[in-house]
């Protein structure tokens, strides 16, 4: 089992910052890949970035805007978010995928005012 728990969600005006963590527990040996999903309002839920050995891949909307990253001695990943735009709208969710099932956090949200 693992479980992940997200921070760093807010409310911040276009243009700005956030840095999003997730932090795990449990059996973090069996992740494979690391990464962070959003979901809009009325919207399904959509992958923004993962780490997995090193390499990293991102949505297209994101791309040069977020920068995702883990720290394996304080067992966590972050997402860094620059230049937000009030697309950028939604809960954010950390995921962790494993061989047998893929393990989620309940969320943080991010708001971008305009």
């Known amino acids: 089992q693992v479980q992940l728990v997200e921070s760093g969600g807010g409310l911040v005006q276009a243009g700005g910052s956030l840095r999003l963590s997730c932090a795990a527990s449990g059996n973090i040996f069996s992740i494979n890949a690391r990464g962070w999903y959003r979901q809009a309002p009325g919207k399904e839920r959509e992958l923004v970035a993962v780490?997995?050995?090193?390499?990293?891949a991102y949505a297209d909307s994101v791309k040069g805007r977020f920068t995702i990253s883990r720290d394996n001695a304080k067992r966590t990943w972050y997402l860094q978010m620059n230049s937000l735009k009030p697309e950028d709208t939604g809960a954010y969710y950390c995921?962790?995928?494993?061989?047998?099932?893929?393990?989620w956090g309940k969320g943080t949200l991010v708001t971008v005012s305009s």
């Open positions: 780490i997995s050995s090193g390499d990293t």
């Open positions: 995921n962790a995928q494993t061989l047998r099932r893929d393990y």
